[in-house]
């Protein structure tokens, strides 16, 4: 996961983070000079220079994917049943890459469309884990 970034709610930040963004969206589209837009909003030109580039509310239009490494015993039906449970809970698989069996253990990769997932993500690996001859699944991204 990225580190320079944390999710916080806004009732903890001071209110000026908000004013700033909103600083911005008025500056971007109505055209307007910093100075007016800051004088309008109460904040200071500095507080606006120094926050402008760092905040900004999260895209509406976020597509949730994630990809999920499997290790899984070398046996028929085992990836049949990471594909029916991830169905079943209204993810979408977009991509498929198993890589030849080792010692009686195969590796595969999945891109999920999670968008839709009625379950929370960490109960989604939790129940994959238990799926039986799935050795260990991990979440290598997320988009």
Not at 6 to 28: G, N, S, T
């Amino acid at each position: 996961m990225n580190e320079e970034f944390i999710l916080v709610h806004k009732k903890i930040l001071p209110d000026y983070f908000e004013k700033v963004i909103k600083a911005r969206q008025k500056i971007e589209g109505e055209d307007r000079s910093i100075t007016e837009v800051c004088k309008e909003l109460e904040i200071s030109r500095s507080t606006y220079y120094k926050y402008k580039d760092y905040i900004a509310y999260p895209p509406k239009n976020i597509t949730k994917r994630a990809i999920f490494a499997f290790k899984v015993e070398d046996t028929p039906g085992v990836l049949s049943s990471i594909l029916s449970y991830i169905g079943k809970c209204k993810g979408n698989i977009l991509t498929i890459n198993q890589d030849m069996p080792i010692h009686d253990l195969a590796y595969i990769t999945l891109m999920v469309n999670i968008e839709k997932i009625e379950i929370r993500l960490d109960t989604l690996l939790f129940n994959l884990r238990n799926i039986e001859n799935v050795r260990s699944v991990e979440v290598l991204g997320y988009e």
